[in-house]
Nanobody, 114 residues
Framework: QVQFVESGGGLVQPGESLRLSCTGS????????MVWYRQAPGKQREKVASINYVGDVAYYEPFVRGRFTISRDNAKDTLYLQMNSLIPDGTTVYYC???????WGQGTQVTVSS
């Protein structure tokens, strides 16, 4: 069973940046497409960004396009999400996973508030 571990979340003010990381005990380097998801309280989990194996093709949902950057380092078995110009939308939990997730990690919580 794949187990991803997310980290890097925290409390920031609007306009600030955070960099999230995800490790996978060997699973990231063996997964073609990796995805960052997010879930706000009372809402469904949704995709944020995805990246192919080589790391040269990425897709972003419109609500983060131009502000977030997804990247991966297969040698380090790590996935990243650089989040800039964060919007004050309260608390959201970010998860990393493959394109068709079976199970979920704990996620990392991001709170953007003044």
């Amino acid at each position: 069973q794949v187990q991803f571990v997310e980290s890097g979340g925290g409390l920031v003010q609007p306009g600030e940046s955070l960099r999230l990381s995800c490790t996978g005990s060997g699973s990231i380097r063996s997964t073609y497409s990796m995805v960052w998801y997010r879930q706000a309280p009372g809402k469904q989990r949704e995709k944020v960004a995805s990246i192919n194996y080589v790391g040269d093709v990425a897709y972003y949902e419109p609500f983060v396009r131009g502000r977030f950057t997804i990247s991966r380092d297969n040698a380090k078995d790590t996935l990243y999400l650089q989040m800039n110009s964060l919007i004050p939308d309260g608390t959201t939990v970010y998860y990393c996973n493959e394109d068709s997730p079976v199970s979920w990690g704990q996620g990392t919580q991001v709170t953007v508030s003044s």
